[in-house]
């Protein structure tokens, strides 16, 4: 009882949140007026290859721009500058930062590729001599953690977003590309102890391979179903469908945002 009212507590808040937002933002700023959009999300990976298949051929990105090696100071500075300055701070080394030493000895390899609305750029950084990444997965990274990311890709409506899921992880198996693996809405309980009791995922039905948020008390939100999944990486990865309410507010932002002068 108590999980079920925090439950519908958390989206009650969200719910007014956007509300709030929507009723007191005030004018963008002059600058501001000169952001045409979001050009590209970018995405570091520890196999670039296996990346660009999952990308591509799973995804449909249309992969345009292929560059490798890249190094030197000019790289070094605009990319890490703040991390240099910082490991200076702390007094650790870079290597021991997991930050890329582009003037010397590590390299970037860089790929774009284009959806629909936006293009995502894979990067990795590795030592040229070695070939070995800069830095390692972490065992763990939660979406929780404060400035971690995800990328969210806009599902067909023709497509049971659960059919989606099941396909998706069905291709990345067959593929070789093992870390992909999205969450169940069912399976797993926690109690106030922390102690947690998970059923395989074989075992979960496909039905709750996402979350569909419906009915009139969710308000805004109703008609928003979301599965959220690890990327080849361990990046966050967000598969959204959008219908009724919530498609008619993404409407009404996109459509607010289009009136906001453009020098």
């Known amino acids: 009882m108590v999980k079920k009212y925090l439950y519908y507590s958390s989206l009650v808040v969200l719910l007014l949140t956007v509300c709030f937002v929507f009723v007191t933002q005030k004018e963008t700023s002059v ?28 995804l449909g ?17 605009i990319l890490f500058q703040k991390e240099m300055t910082d490991s200076l701070r702390i007094k650790k080394k870079l290597k021991r930062l997991s930050v890329a030493d582009l003037a010397n000895f590590d390299v970037l390899d860089l790929a774009f590729l284009q959806f629909n609305n936006v293009v995502i750029e894979l990067t990795r950084y590795y030592n040229i001599i070695s070939n070995e990444n ?52 069912k399976g797993c309980v926690i109690n106030e102890y922390q102690e ?12 709750y391979n996402s979350l569909k948020i419906q009915g009139n008390k969710f308000g805004d939100f109703s008609g928003w179903f979301i599965a959220y999944c690890k990327g080849p990486s361990g990046e966050q990865l967000e598969f ?3 219908f009724s309410n919530s498609k008619s507010l993404f409407k009404s932002a996109f459509n607010l945002r289009k009136k906001v002068k453009i020098f």
């Open 134 to 185: 800069v830095g390692q997965i972490p065992e763990i990274l939660p979406a929780s953690i404060p400035s971690s990311q995800h990328v969210s890709f806009h599902i067909s409506e023709k497509i049971d977003l659960n059919d989606f899921i099941e396909e998706l992880e069905s291709w990345s198996k067959e593929n070789g590309i093992e870390n992909v693996q999205c969450n169940r809405m």
């Open 240 to 242: 959204n469908q959008m």
């Open 196 to 207: 947690i009791n998970c059923k395989q995922l074989k075992d979960i039905g496909t039905e």
């Open 31 to 58: 600058f501001g007026q000169n952001v045409l959009g979001v050009q590209h999300v970018g995405i570091t990976v520890e196999n670039l290859e296996q990346s660009l298949k999952f990308y591509s051929e799973a």
């Open 61 to 77: 990105g249309k992969i345009f721009l292929i560059s490798s090696q890249l190094a030197g100071e000019d790289f070094e500075n």
